[in-house]
């Protein structure tokens, strides 16, 4: 079905809690296994629908945040959702407690039941309030970020949209964007220094209620970590810091050298050619259409799903006025439909949708016939390797959107990947000292972001502006304010993401087979377990750290522009 076509009807409250209900006491009154896998079955689809219903309900409002239907139902969506949760926690209780367990995990594995169990410990009737004002105070900022509006280059310009006079050749045209990006984020500093704050207080609030010391130990529920604790993501840091970080610096200080500057400044910091990043050639049109061609090559799989995207309307990547920034993929699961949503603007960041959101949505596709439901949503540490690895397996058909740009390209993006690395983790320590000690002001926590700077990117200038230099960057992090402690899984995916780019240097099926190993074991495996069985090092291994730094290095190199 067609995207314009998908009919969104309010799930209401009372409506759905009893209908959620009455499917739970068909299934709690099961006599036999077979009776209780048919009545589990009713109660997925019927979650499936709800679910589809809150997600073309918010697809609809990021599409047109001044829509004022959509804008409205978003309200409603944000303040029954706990509710619900009330209801989908009770039927998780009832699988558990299931006489036919035994039966049901055998059927669909254990881990379904591990996360089920460790979804539990993130929620009670008495935390629905403060959910509801987390709800209420996340998409604040998601608000107050979309309506952005900067005066810059003669235009009103939107957060996306500045992006690309930061990879202006011309520094002072790159400089005077980051002054003014600056001003923006400066006169809403009062307002982000609150909504933060109230976040953590909230937060602090619901974990101490569930009976944890700090959100922290709660955060890592909420990201079903089913496989690493606090102690292993610390000692994966140490890991970034001593292998990755030091390549970073030596990438850096050529890149400054290029660019001919004493001292890379937060507004050299992404351009890595002296006459410009690589840019994609070709208007949105020909880039889908090349686009196209390139799924229908890389695989059968992949082309059925590129032309079942195109077909159903599911991308909309143009940037436009009142459009939420960013990019996702969420999966409307009444209709098996993956959604790609983008603000194409016009730089290589336009491409990575086609590959990055779109290795999310592929995914996405070919999961969709799991049952239960839970088994098609991979957590977010698998589901970056997803998108990320497929981005590098994509590589043998960049010519095609960057033309004489594909060998800059390709160095754009290697080294992109591992300058990230030492930032996730950054953002990943960050949240965990906040988290610790919610009681910071946020003066406290600026200088908290710049002491991590100093850690991990001491080679970084400010270059003396003022949201740069006053250590609120951090502000500028959606994944801070929405989703904590979503950070690391980036940076653990990424590790992944270029293991399979080095497998697909040397045998480049050897590397798509086992990318589509990875995909077909969906949700069924925890991360850790899953690069086990795909055959590949764990990103938890220092030499493993090591070794990426190493194949990076003797890449550069070779291939050094
Ligand atoms: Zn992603």
């Known amino acids: 079905m067609k995207f314009s076509q998908m009919k969104y009807i309010r799930p209401e409250l009372e409506e759905t809690k009893a209908k959620y209900n009455e499917l739970l006491e068909n299934f709690k009154a099961s006599k036999t296994a077979e009776e209780a896998f048919a009545s589990y079955k009713e109660i997925d689809d019927y979650k499936k629908y709800v679910d589809s219903m809150f997600v073309i309900g918010e697809i609809r409002k990021t599409l047109n945040t001044k829509d004022e239907f959509y804008s409205a139902e978003q309200d409603y969506l944000d303040e029954i959702d706990p509710e619900l949760e009330e209801c989908t926690q009770e039927i998780s209780k009832a699988l558990l407690q299931s006489p036919f367990r035994k039966e049901l995990e055998q059927a669909w594995g254990s881990v379904l039941f591990t996360n089920l169990e460790i979804d539990l410990k993130t929620f009670s009737p008495a935390i629905i309030k403060d959910l509801q004002e987390e709800n209420e105070l996340t998409s604040k900022y998601d608000d107050l970020m979309a309506d952005a509006e900067i005066e810059f280059d003669g235009k009103t310009l939107n957060i996306s949209e500045m992006e690309p006079y930061f990879l202006n050749p011309d520094r002072e045209v790159r400089k005077a964007a980051a002054n003014a990006t600056s001003s923006w984020y400066m006169e809403q500093s009062d307002e982000l220094d609150d909504i933060f704050d109230k976040l953590v207080k909230v937060r602090t609030r619901i974990a101490k209620k569930l009976g944890y010391n700090s959100f922290t130990e709660l955060g890592y529920y909420r990201m079903t970590r089913n496989c690493f604790d606090d102690k292993m993501a610390g000692k994966f840091r140490e890991g970034i810091l001593e292998h990755i970080a030091p390549l970073v610096t030596k990438l850096a200080e ?66 436009r006025p009142n459009k939420q920034i960013g990019g996702y993929m969420d999966i409307i699961s009444l209709y098996k439909a993956p959604f790609v949503f983008a603000n194409f603007n016009g730089t290589a960041g336009d491409i990575d949708v086609l590959t990055h959101e779109a290795g999310h949505a592929y995914a996405g596709y070919v999961a969709n016939d799991l049952f239960p ?18 981005e590098f397996l994509t590589w043998p058909w960049m010519e095609g959107f960057f033309g004489e740009d594909t060998k800059k390209y390709y160095h754009n993006h290697l080294y992109e990947a591992v300058k990230f690395l030492p930032y996730g983790v950054m953002v990943d320590e960050f949240q965990h000292l906040i988290y610790d000690n919610p009681e910071m002001t946020p003066s406290e926590r600026n200088d908290l972001w710049l002491s991590l700077e100093a850690k991990y990117r001491s080679w970084l200038d400010m270059g003396g502006i003022p949201f740069w230099a006053e250590g609120r960057r951090w502000q500028k992090q959606l994944h801070i304010y929405t989703d904590p402690f979503y950070y690391i899984d980036y940076c653990l995916a990424g590790v992944i993401a270029l293991n399979i780019w080095a497998l697909s240097q040397k045998d480049f099926n050897a590397a798509w087979a086992m990318y589509k190993r990875i995909v077909d074991f ?40």
């Not at 098609?376 to 990320?388: F, G, K, V």
């Not at 925890?526 to 030499?543: A, M």
């Open 254 to 319: 050529k890149q400054a050298n290029q660019l001919g500057v004493s001292s890379l400044t937060i507004y050299d910091f992404g351009l890595n050619f002296p006459d410009g990043n690589p840019t994609p050639k070709g208007t949105p049109d020909e880039i889908f259409e090349h686009g196209k061609k390139m799924y229908a090559e890389l695989s059968d799989e992949t082309s059925e799903f590129f032309n079942f995207m195109i077909e159903n309307e599911l991308f909309d990547v143009l940037t």
């Open 522 to 561: 969906a949700a069924t495996k925890t991360f850790v377990d899953l690069v086990k069985d795909s055959g590949l090092p764990s990103p938890f291994e220092p030499d493993n750290l090591k070794l990426v730094a190493d194949m990076a290095l003797e890449w550069f190199d070779k291939n050094g522009v």
């Open 373 to 390: 439901f839970e088994l098609q949503l991979a957590s977010d540490e698998i589901s970056e390797i997803h998108s990320m690895a497929m």
